[in-house]
């Protein structure tokens, strides 16, 4: 698949469904095919790692006009100011201490990056997010703190049917007001975006198989 792919496959769905923001998932790939998308117009990008994104988003930046950065992996509480000068929006607030880390950093910079939470739908001790049942709570605590929250993310387990994580996401999202879902990788964003999805986050189909090696 290439770019242009993707984005009729997500037009396809929007006809009948609300807008859909497509983020390009750029981690570990090469940058030529990075500077590709770029060229094609592409300006939304997801990054899973602070110190990867810092590598080469600053330079890509000055190069590209318009890039929104989007990071999409688990924030460590030492990397919030660094993240937060990075990044444009962050998908992964997924516990009280960082809501108060990311909290103190805007007051004190008066920027804050949009804000989405992470929600461990699969309840899978080895994945990051909070657990449905205290997503509330959650919310209302960053709300207290003077918060921003536009939206919920997930990522579904491996094994299991994803259309049923994203309902789920759906309806904590629209029973706290929430209007953004960031749901749906490469080979299940048709399905996130039925569920609702506002955001989905592809790589592979877009850039091609990622080489850790
Ligand atoms: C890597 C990653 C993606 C993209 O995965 P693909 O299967 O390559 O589309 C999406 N979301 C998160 C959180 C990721 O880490």
Redesign the pocket.
Known sequence: MSLSDIQSAIENKEATLGSVHLIA?S?VQPVERVIDVLKQGHRVF?E?KVQEAAGKWPDLREQFSGVELHL??PLQTNKTRQAMQLFDVIHTLDRPKLARTIARISTETGACPRLFIQVNTGEEPQKAGILPADTDAFITECRALGLQIEGLMC?PPADEEPSLHFALLAKIAARNNLPELSMG???DFERAIAQGATYV?????IFGE?NYS
């Open positions: 998932v981690k997801g899973n999409i992996g990522i990788m490469s080979s986050r592809v790589g592979s189909a990622r």
